[in-house]
T-cell receptor, first 112, second 118 residues
Framework: SQKIEQNSEALNIQEGKTATLTCNYT??????LQWYRQDPGRGPVFLLL?????KEKRKERLKVTFDTTLKQSLFHITASQPADSATYLC???????????FGKGTSLLVTP | GAVVSQHPSRVICKSGTSVKIECRSL??????MFWYRQFPKQSLMLMAT?????????EQGVEKDKFLINHASLTLSTLTVTSAHPEDSSFYIC??????????????FGDGTRLSIL
């Protein structure tokens, strides 16, 4: 079955360091991957979208990569801050439809 | 930016009650909206795709008679949990795709509804 997986449930880093989160997909080839941030008790907030023909996308302190050979996307937050602490979700549509297939998310904790 | 409003944010009610959750796109039209459910420490699981003017498409294992979806206009979809039981307690989240965009454009999510059935 088509799967999207985020292997790390939790990641703790020190303020100022770069956080790197991993998303892997199996049994399909998504045309794009999306990254969302979710705070406790809130809905997901869209951060970045990267297409399969794009190697890298940046937005302020955020960077996402897409490696179709490794079937993997990496999400980086540089100069991390305690306010970056949240759960980060990777998602993609498994087919040409619009509904998203989400990974379980990685809970990031940035400590001062 | 695109805003999706979901109401109510929290519901606590007795077993057997039916609960209606509204999802509105405030500044854009959305022919297609989605309903997800999220259990603690789990990811969002798609329940159904709501289409304006036609029947909703339900994912495997989701009872359509239990979770009634009505997409009456281009800005409003409702999810009614009928005769709710404690096992229906969860976090329900809707999302909407702005019309006129490519299929790979991001969805916009509501803030979710925490449903607790006693």
């Amino acid at each position: 079955s088509q799967k999207i997986e985020q292997n790390s449930e939790a990641l703790n880093i020190q303020e100022g360091k770069t956080a790197t989160l991993t998303c892997n997909y199996t049994n399909y080839s998504p045309a794009y991957l999306q990254w969302y941030r979710q705070d406790p008790g809130r809905g997901p907030v869209f951060l970045l979208l990267i297409r399969e023909n794009e190697k890298e996308k940046r937005k302020e302190r955020l960077k996402v990569t897409f490696d179709t050979t490794l079937k993997q996307s990496l999400f980086h937050i540089t100069a991390s801050q305690p306010a970056d602490s949240a759960t980060y979700l990777c998602a993609s549509a498994p087919n040409s439809g619009y509904a998203l297939n989400f990974g379980k998310g990685t809970s990031l904790l940035v400590t001062p | 930016g695109a805003v999706v409003s979901q109401h109510p944010s929290r519901v606590i009610c007795k077993s057997g009650t039916s609960v209606k959750i509204e999802c509105r796109s405030l500044d854009f039209q959305a022919t297609t909206m989605f309903w997800y459910r999220q259990f603690p420490k789990q990811s969002l699981m798609l329940m159904a795709t709501s289409n304006e003017g036609s029947k909703a498409t339900y994912e495997q294992g989701v009872e359509k008679d239990k979770f009634l979806i009505n997409h009456a206009s281009l800005t409003l979809s409702t999810l009614t949990v009928t005769s709710a039981h404690p096992e229906d307690s969860s976090f329900y989240i809707c999302s909407a795709r702005p019309d006129g965009l490519y299929s790979n454009q991001p969805q916009h999510f509501g803030d979710g509804t925490r449903l607790s059935i006693l």
